[in-house]
């Protein structure tokens, strides 16, 4: 394990006025045009749209796949001490998902705020931070010091989000876990649907024990 300092959050964002809307080129900026330019339109659309301040954006869906091995189990309900960061509970099947974005103005980044129902129980929430920093330019944090440096690809259909590394971040000092601590590699996907829809999906693979948890949801376009 590795200690570094804390680089500087970055400061150059592009943004510019369209309309009534601000365009946000920080997700263009981290694939490079002809990455960004594969993608479907709407998938840009909703990746360009810089919020303003105090404002947010939800997406109402369900949940269509849940699937988790006894590993992935143990995991995601270990990872409750920590702010439940993974999905646990297969009864969020066919129940209802909301996904909540708002612009985090003082770490030009973005709060996301997930929910998801369960059958008999109350919904999970999941909080996390997107921050444009890093070594791979952008960072989702959990909380407790928790976080994950993510590379973003492009598909004729799809942004992926992919783990690149986990770190624990504390008093100005950063460790990077090392892989055999790390709890597998994490691919979260944004797939165009069409018809204003949208899928998000999650997987997490384990080099020890295989697919560990597995999601599905289905979104629909939203209005702030």
């Given at each position: 394990m590795r200690l570094t300092q804390i680089a500087r959050p970055r400061t150059t964002t592009p943004v510019a006025q369209v309309g009534n809307d601000v365009f946000d080129g920080?997700?263009?900026?981290?694939l490079g045009m002809d990455a960004w330019h594969?993608?479907?339109?709407?998938i840009r659309t909703r990746f360009s749209k810089r919020l303003q301040q105090g404002r947010s954006i939800a997406y109402q869906g369900v949940v269509t796949?849940?699937?988790m091995s006894w590993p992935g189990f143990c995991l995601a309900h270990a990872a409750r001490l920590v702010g439940a960061p993974l999905p646990y509970d297969i009864?969020?099947?066919?129940?209802?998902?909301?996904?909540?974005?708002t612009e985090d103005v003082a770490t030009n980044g973005q709060f996301w705020i997930r929910q998801y129902g369960r059958r008999g129980a109350f919904p999970q929430t999941v909080h996390s931070s997107k921050r444009f920093q890093g070594p791979t330019g952008l960072e989702e944090y959990i909380g407790f010091g928790i976080g994950m440096a993510l590379i973003v690809e492009a598909t004729p259909t799809a942004l992926l989000f992919k783990s690149d590394h986990y770190f624990l971040q504390l008093f100005g000092l950063r460790a990077r876990l090392p892989r055999?601590?790390?709890?597998?590699a994490l691919v979260i996907g944004h797939h165009e649907m069409g018809n204003d829809r949208f899928t998000f999906t999650?997987?997490?693979?384990?080099?020890?024990?295989?697919n560990l948890i597995t999601q599905d949801a289905v979104f629909k376009d939203a209005k702030e």
């Open positions: 920080r997700f263009r900026e981290l594969m993608l479907p339109a709407p796949r849940m699937q009864r969020s099947v066919d129940q209802p998902a909301v996904v909540v974005v055999w601590l790390s709890p597998g999650l997987s997490l693979r384990s080099r020890w024990f295989g």
